[in-house]
Nanobody, 116 residues
Framework: QVQLVESGGGLGYPGDSLSLTCTAS????????MAWYRQAPGKEREPVAG???????DYADSVKGRFSVSSDNTKKTFSLQINSLTPDDTGVYYC??????????WGQGTQVTVSS
């Protein structure tokens, strides 16, 4: 059974940095890719960053230059570095991992709140 657990959320001030982590347990091989999603209050969940099977990363236009996604060599721990926080970064951040073949798994989310 695959489980994803996000951590690292919390309260930040505008301009601060936060680092989120998504840790996978269980067998997620063969790895097909992963993504970080954000659900802002009253809005739909949207992708903000992703990493392909090959390790290529991609970002939503709204976060380019401020967000950075990475993984460890085992592809079991994924990080999302968020720099220069803005209030628009407030929301619940979810981790999605996809296995080759199509099965996908979501974490339970971690709250990020940016406020002065």
């Amino acid at each position: 059974q695959v489980q994803l657990v996000e951590s690292g959320g919390g309260l930040g001030y505008p301009g601060d940095s936060l680092s989120l982590t998504c840790t996978a347990s269980g067998d997620i091989a063969p790895f097909g890719g992963m993504a970080w999603y954000r659900q802002a209050p009253g809005k739909e969940r949207e992708p903000v960053a992703g990493m392909s099977e090959s390790g290529r990363t991609d970002y939503a236009d709204s976060v380019k230059g401020r967000f950075s996604v990475s993984s460890d060599n085992t592809k079991k721990t994924f990080s999302l570095q968020i720099n220069s926080l803005t209030p628009d970064d407030t929301g619940v951040y979810y981790c999605l991992v996809v296995k080759k073949g199509g099965r996908s798994f979501w974490g339970q989310g971690t709250q990020v709140t940016v406020s002065s």
